[in-house]
């Protein structure tokens, strides 16, 4: 009589320790499979599965515990086992959760009814274990529904050299990379530049400005400007002032090759003239002002080096005819004459072209 009782007490305690039998899918349900991993012991089954179930019920699935345990593959050959077993019940995909003691990552492995293999991390997003496990359902959800995004795979371990007497290779062959691309980035250059009269030996220092912009691999379009002294001049008693300021807008042909870029083409100018005069007739102060817009086309040739990464130093060489030459008289006699001029300048450009 006694025998009975601790039977069935037996009985009952081995039920509970075995795990639970699938429940029955409901019709036109698929299944996914949770696969237990040795260090199953730091997961809290029950825990995982209803977060599973709750956030993937709305998709028509039902999640499922293997009978058996099943070391996590490392690659699709490692997963044959895992794969019969999601093939023999209809299944879409099975799992491994890998919860580390002490850790606040979770490690998701998915396989695929074919073999195919996804690495998953998620990150503990609240101070309770239970966010943890809705975190792992709301992946394992993106993941079925095709909008997360997996780890990249671990680069495969590099097989060993062979043993035994090394051969020289034979038929090496060595090969540039292809071209790098051309820049498609707008840029600023800003530098000095010096130009002189081709019948007169007074330079003009300037500070120049330019933004170009590449097109393609040969072609920049550039336009600019440059800012100088006043020119001044005295006729006897008279004084000149002259403001030039002038606008370009050109293009060039330019060839690029690593750290050097070199080239030339043609610009067109505006230039926008302010003068005034002042004097004095029979004791009298006397003063005029005038402003006239000239134009003018040239020439440049330039040379870019880089320097840093962002950075390209910059040399140049330009000359440029006045359409027409302007002449400014005082008294009848010439002051100023803006003919046709030659110059040189030295600048900085970034981001570098």
Do not use: N
């Amino acid at each position: 009589m006694i025998a009975l009782p601790v039977a069935l007490s037996l009985h009952a305690l081995l039920a509970l320790q075995a795990p639970a039998a699938p429940p029955a899918t409901t019709a036109g349900a698929q299944t996914i499979v949770w696969f237990r991993s040795a260090d199953t012991a730091t997961i809290d089954a029950r825990a995982l599965l209803d977060a599973v179930a709750v956030y993937t019920r709305d998709l028509g699935l039902v999640v499922h515990a293997a009978p058996e345990a099943a070391p996590v593959p490392a690659d699709a050959s490692a997963a044959t086992a895992a794969t019969a077993t999601l093939r023999a019940q209809g299944a879409r995909l099975g799992f491994w959760c890998e919860l580390r003691p002490g850790a606040d990552v979770a490690v998701l492995t998915v396989v695929a009814p074919d073999g195919h293999l996804e690495l998953h991390l998620v990150e503990r997003t609240g101070a309770h274990e239970a966010e943890l496990y809705r975190a792992i359902g709301l992946k394992l959800r993106s993941v079925l529904t095709g909008t997360a995004t997996p780890e990249p795979a671990p680069a495969p371990p590099r097989a060993p050299p062979p043993s035994g007497p090394s051969t020289p290779d034979v038929g090496v062959r060595v090969e540039a990379g292809p071209p790098a691309p051309p820049s498609r980035r707008p840029f600023i250059s800003v530098g000095y530049r010096v130009s002189m009269p081709f019948d007169a030996t007074s330079p003009r220092h300037a500070l120049a400005i330019e933004g170009a912009m590449p097109i393609g691999r040969l072609l920049e379009l550039a336009v600019g400007t440059a800012l100088a002294p006043r020119i001044e001049e005295r006729v006897d008693t008279d004084s000149l002032s002259v403001f030039d300021w002038p606008i370009t807008a050109g293009a060039r042909i330019v060839r690029r090759r690593p750290g050097v870029t070199f080239g030339g083409g043609l610009f067109a100018a505006l230039h926008l003239r302010w003068a005034s005069a002042a004097g004095t007739d029979a004791g009298v102060a006397q003063s005029s002002t005038s402003f006239a817009a000239g134009a003018g086309a040239g020439a440049e040739a330039l040379a870019r080096i880089r320097l840093t990464g962002a950075l390209a130093g910059e040399l140049r060489a330009y000359a440029e005819l006045p359409l027409p030459t302007t002449h400014y008289t005082v008294r009848g006699a010439e002051a100023v004459e803006l003919g046709p001029r030659f110059g040189i300048g030295l600048g900085l450009a970034f981001p570098a072209p």
